[in-house]
């Protein structure tokens, strides 16, 4: 089901940014970077490490460091015959990337993340803030405050069952970008990374197998305003994490729209998206598709670095978390 409400919150967002643009003389130049939080629920994380980028690819012989960092509230109970999945916990999470441009059209990179999960504290704050935007808590009042647990089952096989605070690294990903197409502002480029599992999939934070994906990402300047798309199809056929459940291959995708304040500020609202990842087991969180509105900005406080912070609010229930809150520097160089 559809947040009709945050729907309207970002109608509104792209109006007013769309009525200052017309407003405001000169042209200053947005910030090109989507914003590359991924989806924070832990089985997202693990199984669709979807995260978008530009197109156009750093000068050859640049160097690019990235950190992402993320906090997210989840709370998920439902159950079937064929499945139950419970999900209660604040998850954490962090990941240092490196890419090197190896050619004017070639980029390769490495990425690692780690996560941690517990209790937290914002529970009460959650239940409040759905109370007041008239939105339901799925649940969750009815559930102690500040637990954690993980517990997902397929017909009374555990696949996943956690009960304590847990962290763990993520699944290695090795990235890479050949440019396709650049036209003296739009750009083309393909996209594709292999994620290797060195996460731990008892603890819910690894795949349990290598996850190859392949996309595309292009990117359109539109003066003060920059448009970026992605896609990536991910073949989940070499994973355990759901066993004895059979996960779908996802497409994931995103669109973001950034509007340049000033040369240094960048107001970006972004969707992103995926396809669900099992199929008819009665259970949403499991079945539902991922969808999520991000909304935030990104400041330049020199040559070449970036710093982003965005807000995420889940747009499908279950799926995806109640928020999640990111924060993210890169530097090229």
């Keep these: 089901m559809v947040k009709q409400w945050f729907w309207a919150v970002a109608a509104l967002f792209f109006a007013c940014i769309s009525a200052t643009g017309v407003a405001v003389a000169g042209q200053p130049v947005p910030a090109n970077q989507p914003f590359t939080v991924p989806n924070q629920s832990p089985l ?18 640049s160097s690019s ?16 015959r064929a499945a139950n999945l419970d999900l209660d916990m604040e998850l954490g999470y962090v990941s240092l ?51 954690v647990r993980y517990d997902v089952s397929s017909r ?31 750009a083309l480029s393909l996209m594709g990374q292999v994620s290797l599992p060195t996460g731990d999939p008892d603890k819910g934070l690894g795949a349990g197998g290598a996850i190859p994906a392949l996309g595309l990402s292009g990117d359109w300047p539109l003066g003060r305003f920059t448009l970026n798309a992605n896609a990536m199809y991910f073949y989940l056929g070499s994973t355990s994490l759901l ?27 972004q969707i992103n998206g995926a396809t669900a990842l099992v199929q008819d087991t009665g259970v949403e969180g499991l079945d539902n598709a991922m969808l999520q509105v991000l909304l935030g900005v990104q400041f330049k406080p020199c040559q070449g670095q970036l710093i982003s912070l965005a807000f995420a609010e889940d747009l499908v229930y279950y799926t995806s978390p109640d928020f999640t809150l990111s924060l993210s520097w890169g530097w090229v160089f």
């Design 65 to 80: 460091l990235s950190v992402t960092a993320a906090y997210s509230s989840i709370f998920v109970q439902q159950s079937s």
């Design 243 to 269: 066993d004895p459940l059979e996960p779908d291959d996802v497409w994931a995708g995103s669109l973001s729209l950034g509007w340049a304040w000033s040369d240094a500020l960048t107001l970006r609202g």
């Design 156 to 186: 009374g096989k555990r696949i996943v069952s956690q009960d304590g605070s847990t962290q763990a690294v993520g699944d290695l990903r090795l990235k890479g970008a050949w440019m396709l197409w650049q036209g003296g502002g739009p």
């Design 44 to 61: 997202a994380l693990s199984l669709v490490p979807f995260t978008p980028s530009a197109a156009a690819l750093d000068p050859k012989g």
């Design 97 to 147: 990337g490196y890419a090197y441009t190896l050619h004017p059209r070639v980029r390769l990179g490495v990425e690692l993340p780690a996560a941690f999960y517990w209790g937290g504290f914002l529970d009460g704050f959650i239940e409040s803030y759905h109370r007041a935007l008239g939105l339901p808590n799925g649940g969750r009042e009815n559930a102690p405050q500040d637990r």
